[in-house]
Every structure is written in structure tokens, then in C-alpha cells.
């Protein structure tokens, strides 16, 4: 209604220039607002209602492994079983994967013999398998 008296000119001056000034600091609010949205730094990510695949890889050949890479870039855990490979290409993969790993802040951890699990930034990796040598534990020996 105060903009249809303002459009005739019936409006009073004072009142005009009072809700000037009110528009002035609404808009000057917002935009604070908006500056202080954009500065603060606190970005917190919310679960994921997605369940995580685990991929489980046998590489039978050196070449396999940039499957394997791009399955970790897509940020998903892979089981990688090296006993299907030469020695010596086993340990060409797992240096390729360790570097893998390392540029997209993951790990990598050893859970077997010729058994590795590589994991993205986004899994964590708790606890430790041990390796048991010959004769040092026996299951037989711990009932």
C-alpha cells in the first residue's frame, strides 16, 4: 500500500526516506550473510545412504593392475590376490598400488600371504594381521 502511496505522491518525505534506509540494511544483512557463508570453512559431509562395494581383484598379469587403480579412484576398497602372478610381477603390482594409494591418500596393508587390501582416503583401516611363521603358532596348540 506504501508503494501505491509513493508512486501518487501522497506519501509523506520522512516516511519515504525511513523505509529507504530499512531497505538499505536488509540488503546489507543478506549480503554479510552471504560473505560469511562463503568464508567459513567447516564443510561437513553427510553418510552416504549408498552401501560401499568391495571389489576383489586376481590380477593374472601386470597389466590388470590399472583396473585395479581405477577401481580406487572411484574410492572403492580393493582385495588384491597376488598368488596367481610371478613373484617378481607381484612386486611390480603392489609397488604400481602403493603409489596408487599414495596420491589419493589412501593404504595399503598386507592381510595374507600375496594378499594385499588397498583402500581410498574415505576407508580407514583398523587393527593388524599378524604373519605366522612355521612352527610359531599352530591352531592345533592354542584349543
Given at each position: 500500500m506504501g508503494k501505491?502511496?509513493?508512486?501518487?505522491?501522497?506519501?509523506?518525505?520522512?516516511?519515504?526516506?525511513?523505509?529507504?534506509?530499512?531497505?538499505?540494511?536488509?540488503?546489507e544483512a543478506e549480503y554479510n550473510f552471504a560473505d560469511?557463508?562463503?568464508n567459513k570453512g567447516n564443510v561437513v559431509g553427510l553418510p552416504s545412504t549408498k552401501?560401499?562395494?568391495m571389489v576383489l581383484s586376481e590380477p593374472r598379469s601386470y597389466e590388470d593392475t590399472q583396473e585395479i587403480?581405477?577401481?580406487l579412484r572411484l574410492r572403492?576398497?580393493?582385495?588384491?590376490?597376488?598368488?596367481?602372478?610371478?613373484?617378481?610381477?607381484?612386486?611390480?603390482?603392489?609397488?604400481?598400488l602403493s603409489g596408487t594409494?599414495?596420491?589419493?591418500?589412501?593404504?595399503?596393508?598386507?592381510v595374507g600371504p600375496n594378499i594385499f587390501l588397498c583402500?581410498?582416503?574415505?576407508?580407514e583401516i583398523?587393527?593388524?594381521?599378524?604373519?605366522m611363521m612355521d612352527g610359531d603358532m599352530d591352531y592345533k596348540k592354542t584349543r
Open positions: 501505491l502511496w509513493g508512486f501518487l505522491g501522497l506519501q509523506e518525505e520522512e516516511e519515504l526516506i525511513e523505509r529507504v534506509r530499512v531497505d538499505e540494511t536488509d540488503s560469511q557463508r562463503k552401501p560401499t562395494k587403480a581405477d577401481q572403492r576398497p580393493v582385495l588384491v590376490n597376488l598368488q596367481r602372478v610371478r613373484p617378481d610381477q607381484g612386486t611390480r603390482i603392489v609397488d604400481f594409494v599414495y596420491a589419493l591418500n589412501g593404504g595399503i596393508s598386507k583402500t581410498p582416503e574415505t576407508v583398523q587393527g593388524a594381521i599378524t604373519e
